[in-house]
């Protein structure tokens, strides 16, 4: 039978064996029909014009069909593009349109936000080579599996490899494709080329539970993986903290991969069902994507054993730092050394500083191999201006006298929310398009269970008063511009937002104007006839 190409062990039978498994429901997919069908695709869109280099949109959910399609990309030349699947339409159609994508592949689930952004992109006389829809079909759209079941199932002579392009933040807020440059070599038999992956024991015998949604370059990057080794995964539709634990049991979990928001509401979980499950079959939890508190993490490690690793890292790629469950435990709160690059703190000026002390991390691999894809200026920003093969991502930290890295803060006004990122120059400016608001900001403030979440502080426009009404308002508001998880969970009012003449935000006054706000709020919710309150109101108010 045909293999995918970088498997190898000869000894299993692939043609049985399942490459992904829909843990709730126990329905699977072969490795040969992974196989089969992504070579099926690979022949279609090179049919229809895709080129070593070009880009394809995928925007699905949690789907058996995941794989195949990436893995179609990955021996083809091409470059998958994963769509979040909470994406509006609009947001849909610029990442299509930004990443020059000439495919895209959706599920009838997905079928109004999809087929809505392909009106959006008829309009803007942007045209797709074609529009495949899995499990039905749609107008507009073609059949997946009639498109592809055409073409042979024989593996072709050449398979170039393909990579991923995964969307970030650009310099404005607006979100930019992180572009890898494409090795220029064929797809040999072996695992994918992954050091910090392999450091974790993943074979052909490890069953790999993904918690986070494929569209994530992390879940997706181990899925990948995991088939490259000749594994299973087992995939969910969305976290569940009772049904992660009933899926290790179930299936023998080996690897895993979580955020520390899943870690929260793993450890809130009462103590009778957390008994109820047998998790001894794990041998590696990693996590990262975000801060985890060193109580969470502590807590962690004596339900589940010192099979908990961290790990930093970003989807640029530029390096990866690692620690073990015994190494945090001598140094809690570090993300671990290098496992990928070199790592070197430095100040605003690009100098390395001394151990211990605070600045911009930078990891120095042999050369830089991603930029920002059409924007030159974020992509000069990341390097460090003495070393062009030195790179950042905008986070502060430091190093210990034993190597360690720990992270300090984040030089953008990036927030991660359960592990996920939302950039708040997104929903300031669908704030500001509101008619009711003047001026907005948005910002991250720390929640226990989420590691930080989206509050945004708001100047209304004349005419609009503070209230629960315009707070849902606003809400609903966004909910038709933006993604449900970057919604604000809650909102300020100011009279004025505090900047500079040239428009900067003070963002030390903005804390302590909010902080000033909610000391008033306690004050008046308290005692709302107090007179001395309603005094204490009248002075604090910015103006």
């Known amino acids: 039978m045909n293999q995918l190409p970088f498997y190898g062990a000869a000894a299993i039978d692939y043609s049985k064996k399942p490459a992904i498994i829909h843990g709730p429901s126990g329905k699977s997919v072969t490795y040969a029909e992974v196989d089969q069908r992504s070579i099926q695709l690979a022949r279609h869109l090179q049919a229809v014009g895709l080129k070593r280099g070009d880009r394809f949109s995928l925007f699905m959910e949690n789907h058996l069909r995941y794989p195949e399609i990436c893995w179609a990309a990955m021996r083809s030349g091409l470059l998958v593009v994963p769509v979040n699947s909470l994406m509006t339409s609009d947001e849909m159609a610029y990442i299509i349109e930004d990443s020059d994508s000439k495919l895209v592949v959706t599920s009838h689930r997905m079928r109004d936000i999809a087929t809505s952004a392909l009106d959006k992109l008829t309009a803007k006389d942007h045209h797709l080579l074609d529009a495949l829809m899995v499990d039905g079909v749609t107008a507009g759209w073609h059949s997946y599996e009639d498109v592809i079941d055409k073409y042979p199932v024989d593996t072709p002579k050449e398979q170039w490899q393909g990579g991923t392009m995964v969307y970030s933040s650009g310099t404005s807020g607006i979100p930019k494709g992180i572009f890898k440059q494409l090795p220029e070599r064929l797809i040999t038999a072996g695992p994918l080329r992954s050091e910090p992956m392999r450091s974790y024991g993943m074979d052909d015998q490890a069953i790999y539970l993904s918690t986070a949604p494929l569209y994530h370059a992390a879940p997706l990057g181990y899925c990948l993986y995991t088939q490259s080794v000749g594994g299973t995964v087992i995939i969910m539709d969305k976290f569940d903290p009772e049904l992660s634990l009933r899926l290790v049991e179930k299936y023998g979990i080996t690897h895993s991969q979580w955020v520390p928001t899943m870690f929260v509401r793993l450890l809130r979980l009462p103590e009778d069902v957390k008994k109820r499950y047998c998790i001894d079959s794990l041998k590696a939890a990693i996590h990262g994507a ?191 511009k933006i993604a449900r998880y970057m919604i604000p969970r809650s909102f300020t009012f100011l009279d004025q937002i505090p900047r500079q003449p040239t428009g900067k935000l003070r963002k030390h006054d903005l804390m302590n104007a909010i902080s000033r706000e909610h000391e008033l709020q306690e004050m008046v919710s308290t005692n709302p006839c107090d007179a001395q309150s309603v005094s204490i109101a009248s002075k604090i108010k910015m103006g």
């Open 290 to 480: 975000g801060p985890c508190s060193i109580e969470t993490k502590k807590a962690m490690i004596e339900w589940w054993g010192p099979v908990i690793f961290e790990y930093y890292g970003s989807s640029e790629g530029n390096g990866v730092t690692s620690i073990s469950s015994e190494e945090w435990l001598r140094h809690p709160g570090s993300v671990g050394k290098p496992m990928l690059g070199v790592v070197h703190i430095c100040d605003d000026d690009g100098t390395e500083v001394t151990c211990g002390v605070e600045g911009l991390v930078y990891f120095e691999r042999e050369t830089v191999s991603f930029s920002y894809h059409k924007d030159q200026g974020k992509t000069i920003s990341a390097q460090h201006p003495g070393h062009e093969n030195w790179s950042t991502v905008g986070d502060l930290g430091k190093v210990d006298e034993d190597g360690y890295l720990y992270l300090t803060g984040r030089q953008s006004a990036l927030i991660i929310s359960g592990g996920v990122n939302i950039y708040p120059q997104i929903v300031e400016n669908a704030l500001s398009s509101h008619p009711g608001v003047e001026d907005a900001v948005v910002i991250g403030v720390p929640n226990e269970e989420m590691g930080e979440e989206v509050t945004a502080v708001v100047q209304l426009s004349s005419g609009w008063a503070p209230s629960e009404d315009t707070s849902v308002a606003l809400r609903d508001y966004l909910l038709q």
